[in-house]
C-alpha cells in the first residue's frame, strides 16, 4: 500500500460519504459522551432508543445527578450492561461538575481519567465533539485497516499510530468516521460486499467476495 494509493481511497471515500458522522444522536459534547459511554457492546440504535428517553429528562452532568442512580437505570435499562454503565455515567457527572465546571474537558488525559473512558472514547468526543483529528479504533476500523493494508496492524494501538502516519494530512479528520461506516455496511465481518465497493480495485485483500 503506498501514498498515492492511499491517497486515493480516501478520495473516494470522501466522494461517497461527503459528510461522514456518527450514527448516535447528540446535539451537545456532553449528551456525545454520555453516548458513547452508553454504546459499549451496544448498538447505536440502541443507544439511540434509550438516549431519546434520557436527555429530553437529563442532558447535563447536574441533571443526571439530580435524576439520581436509580433514575438513570430506569432510563437506559434497554441497554447492556446498564447497571455498569449507570454508575460509570453517574461518577463522570460528579467529576465532571465538580471539577470542570459541568463542561466536558478537551485534553485526551482529562478525558481518560473519567469512569469508563478509555482511548477510543477519547478519541472519538476530542474528533467528533471538538473537531480534533483524532481517530478511534474500534472493530470495524480494525478490520477495515488490515483488510485493504491501510494500516495493518496487530492491535488497535498499532493500527491507530499506522493511520496517523498514513492517512494524508486533508482526510485525518473524517477518516474515522468513513472507515467505520465502510466497515459496518460494505467491508462488513463476515462476507465483505466488494461487489459494490467504491474501493474494491485498490484494496489489497486477498479473498475478495464478490458481492454487491
Same mark, same amino acid.
Given at each position: 500500500?503506498?501514498?498515492?494509493?492511499?491517497?486515493?481511497? $480516501?478520495?473516494?471515500?470522501? %466522494?461517497?460519504?461527503?459528510?461522514?458522522?456518527? %450514527?448516535?444522536? &447528540?446535539?451537545?459534547?456532553?449528551?456525545?459522551?454520555?453516548?458513547?459511554? =452508553?454504546?459499549? #457492546?451496544?448498538?447505536?440504535?440502541?443507544?439511540?432508543?434509550?438516549?431519546?428517553? /434520557?436527555?429530553?429528562?437529563?442532558?447535563?452532568? #447536574?441533571?443526571?445527578?439530580?435524576?439520581?442512580?436509580?433514575?438513570?437505570?430506569?432510563?437506559?435499562?434497554?441497554?447492556? /450492561?446498564?447497571?455498569?454503565?449507570?454508575?460509570? /455515567?453517574?461518577?463522570?457527572?460528579?467529576?465532571?461538575?465538580?471539577?470542570?465546571?459541568?463542561?466536558?474537558? #478537551?485534553?485526551?488525559?482529562?478525558?481518560?481519567?473519567?469512569?469508563?473512558?478509555?482511548?477510543?472514547?477519547?478519541?472519538?468526543?476530542?474528533?467528533?465533539?471538538?473537531? #480534533?483529528?483524532?481517530?478511534?479504533?474500534?472493530?470495524?476500523?480494525?478490520?477495515?485497516?488490515?483488510?485493504?493494508?491501510?494500516?495493518?496492524?496487530?492491535?488497535?494501538?498499532?493500527?491507530?499510530?499506522?493511520?496517523?502516519?498514513?492517512?494524508?494530512?486533508? $482526510?485525518?479528520?473524517?477518516?474515522?468516521? &468513513? =472507515?467505520?461506516?465502510?466497515?459496518?455496511?460494505?467491508?462488513?465481518?463476515?462476507?465483505?460486499?466488494?461487489?459494490?465497493?467504491?474501493?474494491?480495485?485498490?484494496? %489489497?485483500?486477498?479473498?475478495?467476495?464478490?458481492?454487491?
Amino acid at each position: 500500500m503506498n501514498v498515492q494509493k492511499r491517497h486515493e481511497i $480516501f478520495a473516494r471515500l470522501r %466522494e461517497h460519504m461527503p459528510e461522514p458522522t456518527t %450514527e448516535l444522536h &447528540w446535539s451537545t459534547p456532553f449528551e456525545l459522551l454520555a453516548a458513547v459511554l =452508553l454504546s459499549a #457492546q451496544a448498538t447505536d440504535v440502541g443507544v439511540n432508543k434509550a438516549t431519546a428517553r /434520557l436527555f429530553p429528562v437529563a442532558n447535563t452532568p #447536574q441533571g443526571i445527578i439530580d435524576l439520581g442512580i436509580d433514575g438513570l437505570k430506569e432510563h437506559i435499562r434497554t441497554i447492556g /450492561l446498564y447497571n455498569t454503565k449507570a454508575e460509570n /455515567l453517574m461518577k463522570t457527572c460528579r467529576i465532571l461538575v465538580e471539577n470542570y465546571n459541568g463542561e466536558v474537558p #478537551q485534553t485526551r488525559k482529562a478525558l481518560e481519567s473519567l469512569p469508563g473512558v478509555g482511548r477510543k472514547t477519547a478519541n472519538v468526543i476530542l474528533n467528533t465533539a471538538f473537531g #480534533q483529528p483524532t481517530i478511534a479504533v474500534d472493530t470495524h476500523i480494525y478490520r477495515v485497516s488490515n483488510r485493504t493494508r491501510i494500516a495493518p496492524g496487530k492491535d488497535v494501538i498499532e493500527v491507530e499510530k499506522k493511520l496517523m502516519r498514513h492517512v494524508p494530512r486533508e $482526510f485525518r479528520h473524517d477518516a474515522h468516521h &468513513w =472507515l467505520i461506516l465502510h466497515g459496518r455496511y460494505t467491508c462488513v465481518a463476515r462476507k465483505p460486499r466488494c461487489g459494490s465497493c467504491v474501493i474494491e480495485d485498490l484494496c %489489497e485483500y486477498p479473498d475478495k467476495v464478490d458481492i454487491a
